[in-house]
């Protein structure tokens, strides 16, 4: 566990340190500023107002802009290293590759999480010093989300760095991974499945296998329990789940997809580099 925290200790100084970080802090935290800014917790929308209304637009674009910024980043660290010669080095240390792979994970989830939480809970001061409600529920929710769409994002990343054998390699398969799950949000290309007579429940269970329309499905359901918005798919969806089974799901998914994709990374980084 000691040598877990000091790599851990040591990845997130690393972060701090790095360009991509003060980039990263200063876009949610800019974000949150230009809601203000513009006035978006005096409008209304669905009967949501102030802090609602804004925490509903921020979750919407930390959804587009969160999982390539932690991708990206990611499949660096484990590529990046294997090009820098890390490797030769850290055999010749007292630190096993099972603390090295999963502290690294463990700093960079704490990198990448805090930001975005931090510009949520400097939602809540402005807030508060304005005397706005806050809206306790949805904020706790969506931090549920966003710790676990970052858990989910990160466990990619890192099985597509253990898997890459370049750091250009690697950035691609990222770009590529979100391209992919971009495409198949709101069922663009399973529109085409539907013209091939597959069956439209089979359809809507394949576009939940995307974690990122389930991300953005589950914020919908907050302020639209009903789910109107997606038209016929969301009876098959509340009638699989329910509204509560459905939020539920939406943590557990992600997760358990996270720890998966880590596990299978660090399964194929210590299968490729011990001697």
């Not at 000691?2 to 990845?11: G, M, N, P, R, V």
């Not at 876009?27 to 917790?41: H, P, R």
């Not at 080095?89 to 704490?110: D, Q």
């Not at 992919?180 to 439209?200: A, T, W």
């Amino acid at each position: 566990m000691k040598q877990l925290w000091l790599t851990a200790k040591l990845d997130i100084i690393e972060s701090l340190r790095a360009r991509w970080f003060i980039v990263y802090t200063l876009v949610f935290g800019g974000i949150v500023a230009l809601l203000f800014l513009f006035g978006l917790t005096e409008s209304r929308v669905l009967g949501f107002i102030g802090l609602s209304r804004l925490l509903v637009t921020y979750i919407q674009l930390t959804m587009a802009i969160l999982p390539i910024f932690v991708l990206i980043t990611t499949v660096r660290s484990v590529a990046g290293d294997r090009e820098a010669g890390v490797y030769e080095y850290l055999l010749s240390l007292p630190v096993s590759l099972a603390a090295w792979f999963w502290g690294k994970i463990l700093g960079r989830y704490l990198v990448i999480f805090m930001p975005v939480f931090g510009a949520m809970l400097l939602a809540v001061v402005i807030a508060v010093i304005r005397g706005i409600d806050v809206p306790w529920e949805i904020f706790g929710y969506y931090t549920a989300l966003l710790a676990v769409m970052s858990a989910c994002f990160l466990g990619i990343g890192m099985l597509i760095s253990a898997m890459a054998r370049s750091t250009d390699m690697a950035q691609g398969a990222a770009f590529m991974v979100w391209l992919v799950f971009l495409l198949f949000l709101d069922l663009i290309l399973l529109g085409v499945m539907i013209q091939g007579k597959v069956n439209p429940d089979t359809v809507v269970l394949i576009a939940l296998a995307n974690p990122l329309q389930v991300f953005r499905t589950a914020a919908l359901a907050l302020f639209d329990p009903q789910l109107i918005v997606l038209g016929p798919s969301a009876f098959v969806i509340l009638d699989t789940f329910g509204v509560l089974g459905y939020k539920i799901f939406a943590l557990a998914y992600p997760l358990a997809l996270g720890l998966m994709t880590a596990t299978a990374g660090y399964l194929l980084f210590r299968r490729g580099d011990l001697p």
